[in-house]
Each structure stands twice: as C-alpha cells, then as structure tokens.
C-alpha cells in the first residue's frame, strides 16, 4: 500500500506543478487519473493482502484517503476554471457524499 501512496503523491505533485503554470487541461487529466484510481479501487484495494490492523497500514491508508479528497478538490478548481460546470457539479456530489460538510464542495456546488 505504500507503493500506491507513493504514486498517488507523485501524480498529486505532477498534476500540482501544472495548475501552478495554468496548463489546467493537463493537471485535470492527472487529477482525473488519480480520482479513477479511487473510484475503481485501484488506490486503497489491498491486493498484497496486507494486515489492515497494522498501525502503519493503517497510516497509509488514512494518508490515501485524505489525499482522495484533495485530489477531487484541486479537480473541482481545474473544471471551474475551464468553464466545465456540468463537470463541477457531478465532481461536487461526490466530494459530498464523501462529507456533507466539506466547505470547498458547498463552495463550488453554489
């Protein structure tokens, strides 16, 4: 599982350095990347059949899951500001199925 953080965070930083330049098509298709991963169980499955009550299994898999969200919110920013709106909506209604109260989500759904 710390493979799969590793290359969570990579692809984050990568996607990250785009959206810095404003190259917004090419750090949401990374961040689009990142969120399949989560959506088809590609990030936190545990293929390796790792002890889940391990405490640094568990560690990474909170990391995962706090980056999920991070991922999905940098996302929202990227389709907001290309003008993408049916995109933000769909993104939002999963950022707040994650949590209800999530600020940035409530921000953009407005």
């Known amino acids: 599982m710390a493979e799969k953080l590793a290359v969570v965070e990579q692809n984050k930083f990568t996607a990250g ?14 961040y689009q990347r990142i969120n399949g991963w989560y959506n088809f169980g590609d990030a936190t499955n545990n293929y ?24 999905f919110s ?20 999963q950022m707040l199925d994650m949590d209800p109260n999530h600020a940035k989500a409530l921000y953009f759904r407005g």
């Open 17 to 30: 350095r785009f959206f810095k330049s404003n190259m917004l098509r090419k750090a949401s298709k990374i």
């Open 48 to 71: 390796q059949k790792e002890d889940m009550t391990a405490h640094e299994v568990q560690e990474t898999n909170e990391k995962l899951q706090s980056l999920k969200i991070v991922c």
């Open 74 to 93: 940098n996302l929202v920013v990227c389709k907001f500001k290309m003008g993408e709106n049916t995109s933000v909506v769909g993104i939002t209604d």
